[in-house]
């Protein structure tokens, strides 16, 4: 049990549960004329036989009650027969229902298209995993949500910017000669939670990857992935044109330069004819972009959009961008400068937005441009791979970080403009919608750096199919599929997952504080770090304590962040008192002695909140020290393992955190509060030259 099998392992049930699902699975009508037929055969025979011992037979027509028969009106006269009524199924969507056919029980999963049916096709298997009853089944599922997409941010030299889990699984070098197994693997993993793209390679992106060179190799990846429903998208530098072409600009108005990109989308269409397009990271922590020729965002996504349109091509533009130019508060300038661009960009383009206006913190406050633009079909970005939540080893299920922006109210058109129904397109009529979620995924066996970091891979997928789910119903699901479903190991799993994000927001950056990670890699706390190139890559710019007070100060009196809100949320945290508490520090400057909602002092529930921190870390450790009979020995210890260190993390965390703040403050700590276990300058001399994935 070494994790590779993820969420699918199809593990043989108890007898008594296998002889039930077995009546209802005597024998199996799917067809295989074309390669996702066949994957989905593949899988009910994999999932099938593993669950309950041994594949049901297949077969041509139905002769026995418990007959599974899967398939698209068009591929199975049997389905066709049925006249069910597929028509708003669209291509992913999908129906399961128990009916007669020839005088049999018998299950039917259907689909307009191909990809529809292997969709149902998981689904069906996860009632089974999950230990549901699919004796009376009647569902019907399609995505909210058009473009459900994981990003990698993986080099060509095999280094994943920001992963925590090995090297890049695209074997560049072998490619595309050798297609390991692990794509195959990979995909399936992906398709079975709805995800329908795949960006391959590094926001921060290499000019090579569009020579021939690469695009046979991405034509490779492409075909690997294509049976199980999976666009292939890259990654582009704005550049390019200069860097391969030989052009001496690459402003978007230039003739030369659209035709360039003309001519490259019709060149890599050649290799890969379903294309899904381009992501860019343009004038953003360094990327070259249209501005660097005087011209905009939309100008830059047009000539791109242009260049894919002919071809159904389409293009993810970025919105996480900060410049010199506006220093006073980073946290607005996305809305800055793409609010005016709102109507400007072509049909085929969608921007990306960070779910905060910051960076991928523990916690931030959703970003005000969800909303905020109307006439553009925003497409969230989440981040999987926990850059700022302790990396692969603390286990921070991110299921409730994602339900909370996505059920975030915006305000904008009244109460209920959840930021899900701006990108599920329901609040602003957008025709596309997307989600992004950044890989945490790479060479390890267990593929994302352990085992509970898988669960977040997954709730992803699930939200980007239905961002309505609840993050408890998913860890569940989760927890049974990858672990057990023994009751007494679900619930205190799935409890301890729940409150273990809310564990690293308080031993880490509670109250609405962020970005106190250590310089440039973002590992342990450096609250007190303040050199560097840029103010806004320092803890001390966020947190701007001093003997007075703590948090920045983003009110109408400060940097004026939330007037960026619609009206009613900018009135509520523009007032300290108003500001749900778990951001307070996030919008307002407040003297030390500010009295919280408990009567206690601000100073007082910051050391309370970094000690609750580690206490819950202790809890975790003790809800999974009780857990060791119900599963594996491989797979429990190593989860225990990493407890252990998330505990000693997190540890050093509130010690350095509040011996630092106590230096500033100049405040005893308040009764009843170990003090840290050293002194600051300790926690100061600690360096780590050689963190991964920076
Ligand atoms: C930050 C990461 C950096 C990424 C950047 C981005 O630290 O490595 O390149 O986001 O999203 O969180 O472009």
Request: aromatic share 12%.
């Amino acid at each position: 049990e070494d994790g590779y099998d993820l969420w699918l392992r199809y593990r043989p049930l108890g007898s008594a549960q296998a002889e039930t699902y077995r009546q209802h699975a005597s024998q199996l009508i799917v067809g295989a004329a074309t390669p996702t037929q066949t994957v989905t055969r593949q899988e009910l025979l994999r999932g099938l036989g593993g669950l309950l011992g041994h594949a049901p037979p297949l077969s041509d027509s139905v002769s026995s009650d418990g007959a599974i028969v899967a398939g698209t009106p068009a591929s199975s006269p049997l389905i066709a027969q049925l006249r069910l009524s597929t028509k708003d199924l669209g291509r992913d969507g999908y129906l399961i229902r128990s009916v007669i056919v020839a005088g049999h029980a018998t299950t039917v999963i259907v689909g307009n298209d191909d990809v529809g049916v292997m969709y149902g096709a998981f689904h069906f298997l996860r009632l089974l995993q999950t230990a549901q009853s699919i004796a009376h089944l009647d569902l019907r599922e399609t995505p909210r949500i058009k473009l459900r997409v994981l990003d990698h941010w993986d080099n060509l030299d095999g280094h994943v910017e920001r992963g925590y889990a090995g090297n890049s699984i695209w074997d560049w070098q072998k490619l595309p000669d050798w297609l390991d197994p692990r794509y195959a693997d990979y995909a399936r993993a992906n398709a079975s939670i709805g995800i329908n793209g795949s960006v391959l390679n590094n926001v921060n992106a290499n000019a090579q990857i569009l020579t021939p060179l690469y695009l046979e190799k991405v034509k490779a990846l492409a075909g690997v992935l294509r049976p199980y429903g999976i666009r292939v998208f890259l990654s582009v530098r704005f550049s390019s044109p200069i860097e391969l072409g030989g052009l001496k600009t690459a402003d978007p108005l230039d003739p030369q330069v659209q035709r360039w990109w003309r001519a490259k989308a019709d060149e890599i269409y050649q290799y890969v004819p379903d294309f899904g397009g381009f992501l860019v990271k343009a004038n953003s922590e360094g990327q070259p972009g249209p501005q660097d020729y005087g011209r905009n965002h939309a100008d830059g996504a047009n000539m791109l959009a242009d260049a894919l349109a002919p071809h159904g091509g389409i293009v993810i533009w970025r919105a996480f961008v900060y410049s010199h130019e506006q220093p006073d508060d980073r946290a607005k300038q996305a809305y800055t400068e793409f609010k005016p661009l709102d109507g400007r960009f072509r049909a085929n383009v969608l921007l990306q937005v960070k779910n905060g206006p910051i960076d991928f913190q523990p916690r931030e406050p959703f970003s005000p441009l969800f909303g905020a633009m109307p006439k553009t079909p925003l497409m969230m970005e989440f981040q999987i791979t926990k850059e700022y939540l302790g990396f692969a080893t603390h286990l921070a299920y991110l299921g409730p970080l994602f339900e909370e922006t996505l059920r975030a109210d915006t305000m904008v058109q009244g109460k209920g403009s959840t930021v899900a129904r701006v990108i599920d397109g329901s609040l602003h009529g957008y025709a596309l919608t997307g989600m992004a979620g950044v890989a945490n995924i790479g060479t390890d066996r267990n593929w994302a750096g352990s085992d509970f970091n898988q669960a977040n891979w997954f709730a992803f997928g699930r939200l980007a199919w239905n961002p309505s789910l609840s993050s408890r119903a998913i860890a569940e699901e989760w927890v049974r599929m990858t672990f057990s479903n023994d009751e007494a190991f679900v619930k205190p799993v799935v409890d301890m997952m729940m409150g273990s994000r809310e564990a690293v927001v308080d031993y880490m950056t509670p109250l609405g504080l962020h970005h106190l990670m250590g310089n440039g890699h973002h590992y342990g706390p450096q609250p007190w770090y303040d050199g560097g190139p840029r103010a806004d890559w320092t803890p001390v710019y966020y947190h701007r304590a001093d003997s007075h007070g703590i948090g920045f100060d983003r009110d109408s009196s400060g940097s004026n962040a939330v007037a960026q809100y619609a009206a009613p949320l900018a009135a509520q945290f523009n007032d300290a008192a108003q500001t749900p508490e778990q951001d307070l520090l996030w919008f307002h400057h407040l003297p030390w002695d500010y009295r919280m909602r408990s009567g206690q002092t601000l100073w007082y529930e910051l050391v309370a909140h970094y000690t609750r921190g580690v206490d819950e870390v202790k809890q975790m450790r003790e809800t999974w020290r009780g857990l060791d009979s119900h599963i594996d020995a491989e797979r429990y210890q190593q989860v225990a393992a990493f407890l252990a260190i998330q505990e000693k993390e997190a540890q050093w965390w509130r010690d350095a955190s509040i011996a630092y703040f106590q230096s500033v403050s100049g405040l005893p700590l308040p009764p009843g509060f170990a003090p840290p276990q050293h002194p600051l300058a300790y926690y100061q001399s600690l360096s780590f030259p050689y963190v991964p994935g920076h």
